[in-house]
């Protein structure tokens, strides 16, 4: 019912502000206003994940993927969407479809699947959501990753165990109380000043 009230609301109350984004990004470059990328939901079901697009439209890379740490195709507003997280306000739309809730796990894209085995099963039993302690703790992930000599690697065997991980530290102790307290501390995280 959180879900439910919360992304209706929020849809309401944001339509202006999606407007203005929406003029914004087909001015700063040619191609659709939405990004939709297929995604691993609950259970291992995927699902179309929607995201204001902050990148340049090319249908030869669209084809192998969006490789982790690569800015190259990130257009001059989608780095500023995805530094204060709005790029993710369209997802407000899966929450109110029953794809994701506003505190679980970040879903992957399915290339990832093969993670989610033995220890790291159990995170399918949780819906994914907006924010996690996952993405608290990696509120700088982009940066990490352009500073790494391999950053496909680096998110593939160091990142993505360790967000798993915090995800089985949630499943622990879940309650809408700690989503309160994630949800605060994200907001914290992109309105504030620290940047660790």
């Given amino acids: 019912m959180f879900d439910v009230i919360c992304s209706l609301g929020g849809l309401v ?5 999606f407007i203005l984004i929406s003029v914004l990004i087909k001015i700063d470059s040619p191609g659709p206003i939405f990004f939709l990328q297929e995604r691993i939901g609950k259970g291992g079901n995927n699902f179309k994940l929607i995201k204001f697009r902050s990148m340049r439209i090319n249908f030869e890379q669209e084809k192998r993927g969006f490789t982790p740490g690569d800015d190259t195709r990130i257009t001059k507003l989608g780095k500023i969407l995805r530094r204060t997280k ?5 997802e407000l739309v899966n929450v109110l479809k029953g794809d994701m809730s506003f505190v679980g796990p970040r879903p992957e894209v399915p290339k990832y ?13 949780l819906r994914p959501g907006i924010t996690d302690l996952a993405s608290i703790k990696y509120r700088n992930e982009e940066e990490l990753l352009n500073q790494s000599p391999d950053a496909e690697k680096m998110y593939g065997e160091v990142i993505l165990p360790d967000k ?5 530290k949630y499943k622990e102790i879940i309650s809408f109380k700690t989503d309160l307290k994630i949800i605060f501390a994200t907001l914290g995280r992109v309105f504030g000043k620290s940047r660790h």
């Avoid at 709005?86 to 369209?90: A, G, N, R």
């Avoid at 699947?113 to 039993?125: D, I, K, M, N, Q």
């Avoid at 798993?164 to 089985?168: E, K, N, Q, V, Y």
């Fill in 13 to 17: 109350v944001l339509s202006p502000f």
């Fill in 86 to 90: 709005i790029d993710e306000l369209p």
């Fill in 113 to 125: 699947r093969h993670v989610y085995t033995g220890e790291f099963a159990p995170v399918l039993s």
């Fill in 164 to 168: 798993l991980s915090l995800c089985l």
